[in-house]
């Protein structure tokens, strides 16, 4: 891991002196491996927060969320999630298919904790592991380059309220979304889709809906 830290982060803890504390923060926290200590953690969370980059080379940071056990430990060197439908940009998975550099973070607000994990991740549409993440377009895989515990001291503490409703669940209708009765998407809409709005009562605007969004409505 020789090249863990790149000449500008070299310059800045020169700067600061903390070049000495850096390499033995390396060799003390940054591990190519999930160990006993980490799979808790990660196995345990029901959302994480994805870097990706896209072919501009902006990094693009996307929440996940789903049920606890959202990312499974395949094994010490990798990790597995799955993609559920979104807003049909595929702005991550697509990222990823371009570019398999990623980058996820854990975070537990109510017991301030944090993982990070660096790692080459791929995208699979026949993956045994669909089966098992009812409603999943997607399943990914990454494969882990580095992972790290960093300090939890800012971090604040909030409290979990309750699970999106919109998490596909084993024999359970998942709620169809509200922003696709948007009026000005209803032409561009995927077939599958164009039933939604009647389903849900009809076309809104966006003003509308931007207003159900406020009121946590939707």
């Known amino acids: 891991m020789n ?6 982060q070299r310059q800045m803890q020169d700067e600061h002196d903390t070049r000495k504390l850096a390499d033995r923060l390396q060799q003390i926290i940054v591990e190519r491996h999930v160990n006993e200590q980490h799979q808790p953690f990660i196995e345990s969370r029901d959302f994480f927060f994805l ?3 896209d072919h501009r080379g902006y990094p ?3 929440y996940k969320g789903g049920n606890p056990g959202l990312v499974r430990v395949v094994n010490p060197g990798e990790l597995a999630f799955p993609s559920y439908d979104g807003n049909g940009m595929f702005l991550s998975m697509g990222n990823i298919q371009g570019n398999a550099k990623i980058g996820m973070l854990f975070i537990d607000f109510e017991t301030p904790h944090r993982i990070r994990v660096h790692g080459d991740a791929s995208t699979h549409s026949d993956d045994s592991l669909l089966a098992e993440y009812p409603g999943a377009e997607l399943i990914v ?3 882990i380059s580095e992972l790290f515990i960093n300090c939890p001291r800012y971090i604040h503490r909030m409290s979990r309220i309750a699970s ?3 998490v596909p669940q084993e024999d359970k209708e998942t709620p169809l979304p509200q922003w696709k ?3 000005l998407l209803q032409d561009a809409l995927p077939a599958c889709d164009r039933h939604i709005a009647e389903r849900l009562g009809g076309i809104i ?3 509308e809906y931007s207003d159900r969004v406020v009121k946590s409505d939707d």
């Open 3 to 8: 090249d863990f830290f790149s000449p500008q």
């Open 141 to 143: 895989r990454v494969k």
């Open 60 to 62: 693009t940071c996307s």
């Open 205 to 207: 605007t966006i003003e």
């Open 164 to 166: 999106s409703s919109y």
């Open 181 to 183: 009765r948007i009026d």
């Open 51 to 53: 870097t990706t980059i």
